[in-house]
């Protein structure tokens, strides 16, 4: 979470990019989403790939996680392959306590040249993309790569540092963090823009539809369906509504 500036309760009080990935879970995915955050600030992939931060994870079995360590790790550690093992062990955990987690593996925005070199940064994507792609190859699909380092990086060549960095260091500030969930929010979402600007429209896609076929709608009826898929929310109201047609028919007419 550092440096945004919730952490530091200060205004605008802009919440980390975890945090604003699980509002836009909610909003853009009609769903409730528990939150947990283990990690901690300054550490590196060894942390989290010991033995105590593992049964953390084991315990939550998480559906969706989030890996996003390279900025505190060591040269060392980036070209004599102990961040490939310790990001694989963590998947490895992931996937023996729920099968199904979707891991998203991301690659951080550039720190300040004085602190990490590009050529750092540049072993962390590699890597993060290497262990994506021979994720696929085993036909292990919801292994994901998410860059935000290119992204950033060309913002530098007319911004300064300071101005995407928290600390001047490594550090994202509010702009960034946004950056971060936009990112990430787009490699789970639909985002072509199409999706994005008719999200409206579902707020009261049931009372709309109802009302359209000649059937008054109940209070609390969109509130009732918001987390409803499409095949879903045409079954409930063919139960609920007594409707004579067939549910294919209702998705059609929704």
């Not at 879970?25 to 990690?39: D, W």
């Not at 729920?98 to 991301?106: D, H, K, M």
């Not at 994202?172 to 979402?189: E, G, K, T, W």
């Not at 369906?225 to 409930?236: D, K, M, P």
Request: charged share 20%; net charge negative; proline share 4%.
């Amino acid at each position: 979470g550092h440096s945004s500036s919730e952490l530091w309760g200060h205004a605008p009080y802009s919440p980390p990019y975890a945090k604003l990935v699980k509002e836009g879970l909610e909003l853009f995915g009609g769903i409730k989403v528990g939150y947990e955050n283990i990690s901690k600030g300054g550490m590196d992939s060894s942390w989290a790939a010991d033995e105590e931060q593992l049964a953390k994870l084991t315990s939550l079995a998480p559906d969706l996680l989030l890996v996003a360590f390279g900025t505190n790790d060591s040269l060392n550690n980036l070209e004599g392959k102990t961040y490939r093992a310790n990001i694989e062990k963590i998947i490895e955990t992931a996937k023996a306590a729920n099968s199904e987690c979707q891991i998203l593996l991301i690659a951080p925005f550039p720190s300040n040249e004085k602190v990490k070199s590009a050529h750092s940064h540049e072993l962390i994507c590699r890597t993060l993309q290497s262990i994506s792609e021979s994720c696929a190859a085993k036909n292990i699909l919801d292994v994901a790569y998410v860059s935000l380092y290119e992204g950033v990086r060309d913002m530098l060549e007319t911004k300064n540092y300071y101005e995407v960095a928290g600390n001047n260091a490594n550090h994202p500030n509010d702009f960034i963090h946004r950056f971060y969930a936009m990112n990430i929010l787009s490699a789970i979402f639909d985002f072509d823009g199409t999706l994005f600007d008719s999200m409206y429209i579902w707020d009261t896609a049931g009372e709309t539809y109802l009302a359209s076929i000649g059937v008054a709608p109940r209070p609390g009826v969109n509130e009732a369906v918001c987390a409803l898929s499409l095949s879903q929310t045409a079954s409930y109201f063919k139960s609920e509504y007594g409707l004579e047609m067939t549910t294919a028919e209702i998705e059609d007419g929704i």
